[in-house]
C-alpha cells in the first residue's frame, strides 16, 4: 500500500547485515534506488499521478489508494477516519514509522510541556469552566482557532502550534516543528505570555511542577473528553497509579527526527539508555496533598505501575533484530483504548488492533482500520521513549520556563550531533537490560546520588551534560547557554526536588502552599 507523507523530500531506510529493510522515499516517480547500503523509493510527478487523489477539508490531507481501498496518512485524532475496504498489512504499518525518515538539514525539534492552572487566592485547581474561559480570551485575543469536541472547546490551533487539555484540565502546548533552540525558548515565551495575558485577569496562575503538590485525585476536575472518560474507566484494571498520572501529572518532553532506520535505533537506544539522567535533572515532583512523598520524581515513579503493557524501557530496543518492524509487532501487542468514529470515541479497551486488522474488532465487526486509526493507537503507548514518525523523550518532569528550554537543549546536543551520539552509543554499550531499570526505578527517590558502578549516577550525568554542551556547539546556533538550567544540578548532584524539600523543611514551616509562588509561571 502506499503511502503519501509530508514528512519531507528524500527519506532513506538503510540495511543492516545484509538484508534490506524497505521504507518509504518520498521523491519523484515510483521508482527503486540503491546506493550502497541504501534503498529508496518514491512518487514522480504526484499532480498527474493515478496512484493518489488529494482532497481538501480543514486542511490538505495527502491519502492514497489501493484498488478501492482509501486511507488516511497522518490527520488529527479528532479527525473522522475514512472507511478502508481492504485490510491494512503489517508492511503499511512500517512503512507509515518510516515516512518519518528524513535528511539531516530538515530535522526539527518540537517541544511539548504542561502546566497545573489554579486560582491565585485559593490554590484550586481551575475548573473546567475556567478552562473554557481561558481557551476563548486566548483565542479572541491571539487569534487562535477553537478545537471542538460537541458543543465542548478542548483546545486551540495555530499553524503548526496547538494547545489541548490533559485529563484533570493540565493545559498542554504542542509546539511546532523548529530548527533552532532560540526558537523553541521563544515559542515557549510568547506562549506563557499569551496564557499569562488571559489567566491573570481572571485570577488564575499556572504551576511548573511534576505533580500536583497539593489537591487530591477527587478535588481535580475532570474534562470534558470523550477519550479520557474511555481511560479513567480502564485505568484502575491494569495498575494502581493509572489515574494518578492522568489528573495530577505535568511533563515536559521533545520530540526528535531520525534519517534513516540505522539513526532511528541509535538515537532510541541512546534516548531509552539515558532517560534515568533525564529524569534525574529534571526530578521535580516530591509532594503528594501537602505532604513529601518519599521521591524526587511522583511523576517517573507513577509510570512504573499505570499500565505495564504499554510503559516501560523496552528493552526488545536493545536486541540486534530491532527495527521500525520490531516496534510494529510491541504495538499490534500494545490492547487498545478506542477507535474514533462519527465524532465519537468508541471504547474498545483491552481489544487488539490485529483483530481490528482482520475485521474481527468485537465494536466494530466487518470494519477495517486505516492508517488513521494506527497513528490513534501509536498514541495510547506511553514507553520512556516513543516512536511514531519521530522520537518522543518521555522522562522529564514539568517545571519553570528555563527547563522547559533546558530539556530540549539536552537532547538535541547528544542526538542531532553525531560525535555525541557516537560517544552515547560507546559510553552505554556495556550497560545491562537489569543496570538500565535499576538506574529507572530508583532515580525517582535518589536522582543523580543514585549508585552506579563504582560511583554515582551524577559522574555519568557529569559526562554526559559535557557530551551535550560539545553537540550544541558543534551546531553552531550558539545554544549550550540554554543547559545553564541544569549545570549546576549535575555540579552538586542536588536535583529540582530536592532543593524544594529544602525549602519546605525549613523556609516555609512544612507547608507546599508557598510552591505555587515560587514554581509560577
Not at 44 to 73: E, F, G, Q, Y
Not at 346 to 353: K, R
Not at 481 to 499: C, D, I, Q
Request: proline content about 5%.
Amino acid at each position: 500500500m502506499a503511502l503519501i507523507s509530508q514528512a519531507g523530500p528524500s527519506n532513506c531506510i538503510h540495511s543492516e547485515k545484509g538484508s534490506w529493510k524497505f521504507g518509504s522515499c518520498f521523491g519523484s516517480n515510483m521508482e527503486i534506488v540503491k546506493m550502497k547500503d541504501t534503498v529508496c523509493y518514491g512518487f514522480r510527478s504526484l499532480s498527474s499521478s493515478k496512484k493518489a487523489h488529494i482532497w481538501h477539508m480543514d486542511s490538505v490531507r495527502t491519502w492514497s489508494k489501493r484498488k478501492h481501498n482509501m486511507i488516511v496518512a497522518a490527520s488529527p485524532p479528532t479527525e473522522d477516519a475514512v472507511i478502508a475496504t481492504e485490510p491494512l498489512t503489517k508492511e503499511d504499518l512500517v512503512g507509515y514509522l518510516a515516512s518519518g525518515c528524513k535528511p539531516k538539514e530538515n530535522w526539527r525539534i518540537g517541544t511539548e510541556h504542561e502546566k497545573f492552572g489554579f486560582e491565585l487566592q485559593t490554590l484550586q485547581p481551575m475548573s473546567y469552566a475556567q478552562i473554557e474561559e481561558l481557551l476563548n480570551g486566548i483565542s479572541e485575543r491571539f487569534d487562535w482557532e477553537k478545537v471542538m469536541e460537541g458543543d465542548k472547546i478542548i483546545g486551540l490551533k495555530q499553524g503548526k502550534q496547538s494547545i489541548s487539555l490533559e485529563p484533570g484540565g493540565q493545559f498542554e502546548l504542542s509546539g511546532a516543528p523548529l530548527e533552532t533552540l532560540h526558537q523553541t525558548c521563544a515559542e515557549v515565551n510568547s506562549h506563557l505570555y499569551q496564557v499569562k495575558a488571559v489567566a491573570e485577569e481572571m485570577g488564575i496562575g499556572f504551576l511548573g511542577i511534576g505533580f500536583h503538590p497539593k489537591w487530591g485525585i477527587k478535588d481535580i476536575p475532570i474534562m470534558p473528553k470523550g477519550r479520557y472518560e474511555i481511560m479513567r474507566n480502564y485505568m484502575p484494571k491494569v495498575g494502581t497509579l493509572g489515574l494518578d498520572m492522568m489528573f495530577r501529572t505535568c511533563t515536559v518532553q521533545v520530540n526528535l527526527d531520525f534519517s534513516s532506520e540505522a539513526d532511528m535505533i541509535r538515537k532510541f537506544r541512546a534516548g531509552l539508555a539515558l532517560q534515568p539522567i533525564a529524569t534525574s535533572l529534571f526530578a521535580n515532583s516530591p509532594f503528594t496533598e501537602g505532604k513529601p512523598n518519599g521521591y524526587l520524581s511522583m511523576r517517573s515513579h507513577i509510570w512504573t505501575d499505570t499500565d505495564n503493557n504499554r510503559a516501560g524501557m523496552l528493552p526488545f530496543v536493545f536486541d540486534d533484530s530491532f527495527g521500525f518492524e520490531q516496534y510494529v509487532d510491541y504495538a499490534l501487542d500494545v490492547p487498545m483504548y478506542f477507535v474514533y468514529r462519527k465524532k465519537k470515541y468508541i471504547d474498545c479497551t483491552g481489544l487488539s488492533f490485529r483483530d481490528f486488522m482482520k475485521g474481527k474488532l468485537p465494536p466494530l465487526i466487518g470494519e477495517l482500520p486505516t492508517l488513521n486509526d494506527w497513528e490513534n493507537h501509536l498514541t495510547t503507548i506511553f514507553p520512556e521513549v516513543r516512536l511514531k514518525r519521530y522520537l518522543e523523550m518521555r522522562g522529564a518532569d514539568g517545571g519553570p520556563w528555563r527547563r522547559l528550554c533546558a530539556l530540549p537543549a539536552f537532547w538535541v546536543g547528544l542526538l542531532y550531533d553525531d560525535i555525541s551520539l557516537q560517544a552515547v552509543i560507546d559510553l552505554t554499550a556495556d550497560w545491562t537490560k537489569e543496570e538500565r531499570q535499576m538506574l529507572r526505578n530508583k532515580v525517582t527517590r535518589t536522582g543523580l546520588k543514585t549508585p552506579f558502578r563504582d560511583g554515582m549516577l551524577k559522574h555519568v550525568a557529569q559526562d554526559v551534560l559535557q557530551l551535550a554542551k560539545d553537540g550544541l556547539d558543534r551546531r553552531g546556533y550558539k545554544e549550550t547557554g540554554f543547559l545553564n538550567a541544569v549545570s549546576e544540578v549535575v555540579r552538586t548532584g542536588v536535583t529540582p526536588a530536592e532543593n524544594l524539600l529544602e525549602l519546605y523543611n525549613n523556609k516555609w514551616g512544612k507547608s507546599v502552599d508557598p510552591v505555587f509562588q515560587e514554581l509560577l509561571y
